[in-house]
Protein backbone atom coordinates (compact mmCIF):
# COMPACT_ATOMS: atom_id res chain seq x y z
CA UNK A 1 0.00 0.00 0.00
CA UNK A 2 1.02 3.40 -0.72
CA UNK A 3 -0.46 6.27 1.25
CA UNK A 4 -0.06 9.98 -0.70
CA UNK A 5 -0.58 13.32 0.85
CA UNK A 6 -1.11 16.52 -1.16
CA UNK A 7 -0.19 20.36 0.55
CA UNK A 8 0.49 23.60 -0.81
CA UNK A 9 -2.57 24.31 -1.75
CA UNK A 10 -5.10 27.70 -0.86
CA UNK A 11 -5.93 31.38 -1.90
CA UNK A 12 -3.86 33.28 -4.45
CA UNK A 13 -4.93 36.13 -6.78
CA UNK A 14 -4.77 36.24 -10.26
CA UNK A 15 -1.11 35.80 -11.79
CA UNK A 16 0.32 34.39 -8.66
CA UNK A 17 2.28 31.04 -7.56
CA UNK A 18 1.49 28.30 -5.70
CA UNK A 19 3.58 25.03 -5.83
CA UNK A 20 1.81 21.35 -4.22
CA UNK A 21 3.07 18.62 -3.34
CA UNK A 22 2.98 15.03 -3.25
CA UNK A 23 4.28 12.99 -0.61
CA UNK A 24 4.57 9.42 -0.33
CA UNK A 25 4.73 7.15 2.33
CA UNK A 26 7.85 5.68 3.54
CA UNK A 27 10.61 5.68 0.54
CA UNK A 28 9.50 7.29 -3.37
CA UNK A 29 9.95 3.83 -5.33
CA UNK A 30 10.81 4.36 -8.88
CA UNK A 31 8.41 2.65 -10.63
CA UNK A 32 5.61 4.41 -9.47
CA UNK A 33 4.16 7.05 -12.21
CA UNK A 34 2.89 10.53 -11.03
CA UNK A 35 -0.38 12.40 -12.18
CA UNK A 36 -1.80 15.44 -10.89
CA UNK A 37 -5.43 15.56 -11.65
CA UNK A 38 -7.68 18.54 -10.79
CA UNK A 39 -11.89 18.48 -10.11
CA UNK A 40 -13.54 22.06 -10.11
CA UNK A 41 -17.43 21.62 -8.78
CA UNK A 42 -19.53 19.78 -11.61
CA UNK A 43 -16.89 19.07 -13.80
CA UNK A 44 -15.20 15.71 -14.29
CA UNK A 45 -11.45 14.88 -12.99
CA UNK A 46 -9.18 15.98 -15.33
CA UNK A 47 -5.58 15.01 -16.01
CA UNK A 48 -3.38 18.10 -16.12
CA UNK A 49 0.41 16.89 -15.62
CA UNK A 50 2.16 13.37 -15.45
CA UNK A 51 5.91 12.37 -15.24
CA UNK A 52 6.68 8.78 -15.15
CA UNK A 53 9.47 6.69 -13.30
CA UNK A 54 11.10 7.60 -16.19
CA UNK A 55 11.08 11.12 -16.35
CA UNK A 56 8.59 11.55 -19.19
CA UNK A 57 6.47 14.19 -19.02
CA UNK A 58 3.38 15.23 -20.27
CA UNK A 59 1.21 18.32 -19.87
CA UNK A 60 -2.48 19.11 -20.40
CA UNK A 61 -2.91 21.89 -23.43
CA UNK A 62 -4.49 24.44 -20.47
CA UNK A 63 -1.40 24.09 -18.09
CA UNK A 64 1.21 24.01 -20.54
CA UNK A 65 4.08 26.62 -20.35
CA UNK A 66 2.43 27.64 -16.76
CA UNK A 67 2.92 24.80 -14.38
CA UNK A 68 6.46 22.14 -14.24
CA UNK A 69 5.65 18.60 -12.16
CA UNK A 70 8.92 17.65 -10.86
CA UNK A 71 10.23 14.67 -8.74
CA UNK A 72 12.42 14.56 -5.63
CA UNK A 73 13.05 10.91 -4.97
CA UNK A 74 15.28 11.35 -2.21
CA UNK A 75 12.32 13.48 -0.44
CA UNK A 76 9.38 10.63 -2.01
CA UNK A 77 7.79 13.75 -3.15
CA UNK A 78 6.21 15.03 -6.21
CA UNK A 79 5.60 18.75 -7.14
CA UNK A 80 3.77 20.56 -9.00
CA UNK A 81 5.18 24.29 -9.70
CA UNK A 82 1.87 26.15 -10.57
CA UNK A 83 3.16 30.06 -11.93
CA UNK A 84 0.60 32.64 -13.73
CA UNK A 85 -2.51 31.46 -11.80
CA UNK A 86 -6.04 31.95 -13.34
CA UNK A 87 -9.46 32.03 -12.27
CA UNK A 88 -10.18 28.34 -13.71
CA UNK A 89 -7.47 27.00 -12.31
CA UNK A 90 -9.74 27.07 -9.22
CA UNK A 91 -10.36 23.28 -8.31
CA UNK A 92 -9.46 20.39 -5.90
CA UNK A 93 -6.42 19.20 -6.84
CA UNK A 94 -4.99 15.47 -7.04
CA UNK A 95 -2.04 13.36 -6.85
CA UNK A 96 -2.22 9.69 -8.62
CA UNK A 97 0.56 6.98 -8.16
CA UNK A 98 0.36 3.93 -10.54
CA UNK A 99 2.89 1.27 -11.79
CA UNK A 100 1.31 1.24 -15.85
CA UNK A 101 -1.18 -1.84 -14.26
CA UNK A 102 -2.36 -3.08 -11.39
CA UNK A 103 -3.42 -0.78 -8.03
CA UNK A 104 -3.66 2.83 -7.96
CA UNK A 105 -3.64 5.28 -5.17
CA UNK A 106 -4.54 8.63 -4.67
CA UNK A 107 -4.25 11.40 -2.26
CA UNK A 108 -7.27 13.14 -0.47
CA UNK A 109 -6.94 16.56 -2.02
CA UNK A 110 -5.94 20.12 -1.93
CA UNK A 111 -8.07 23.24 -2.81
CA UNK A 112 -6.89 25.85 -5.20
CA UNK A 113 -8.83 28.82 -5.06
CA UNK A 114 -7.71 31.69 -7.11
CA UNK A 115 -9.91 35.11 -7.12
CA UNK A 116 -9.20 38.84 -6.36
Known amino acids: QVQLVESGGGLVQPGGSLRLSCAAS????????IGWYRQAPGKQRDLIAR???????NYAESVTGRFTISRDNAKSTVYLQMNNLKPEDTAVYYC??????????WGQGTQVTVSS
Open 26 to 33: GRFFSIYH
Open 96 to 105: RADQGVGFDY
Open 51 to 57: ITSGGMI
